[in-house]
């Protein structure tokens, strides 16, 4: 019996979503500096494919991965977390 590895998920916000079934989902992390010790933020953009196209640019979306679906696309919407006003 093999053991699967778990899925990545991040939270992140819809930039996009001007692909049909895709959205565009920026994710933000935070880290230390290495030598400076200081708060530093980083930020990654993730296709990540929407079937139903409840994603709305400004939503909070968790994004997880999975099979490759097109050639920039590893990731699909999970969930909408929070909608935009």
């Known amino acids: 019996m093999t053991t699967r590895?778990?899925?990545?998920?991040?939270?992140g916000i819809?930039?996009?979503?001007?692909?049909?079934?895709?959205?565009?989902?920026?994710v933000e992390r935070a880290g230390l500096h290495p030598r400076y010790k200081k708060l530093v933020i980083t930020h990654k953009k993730y296709h990540a494919h929407d079937e139903t196209g409840i994603a709305h640019v400004g939503d909070k979306v968790r994004i997880v991965e999975t099979r490759p679906i097109s050639k920039t696309k590893f990731y699909r919407v999970q969930k909408v977390l929070v909608k935009a006003k």
Do not use: C, D, G, S
């Not at 819809?14 to 920026?26: R, Y």
């Open 14 to 26: 819809v930039v996009t979503t001007k692909m049909a079934k895709t959205a565009v989902v920026k």
């Open 5 to 11: 590895k778990p899925r990545k998920a991040f939270v």
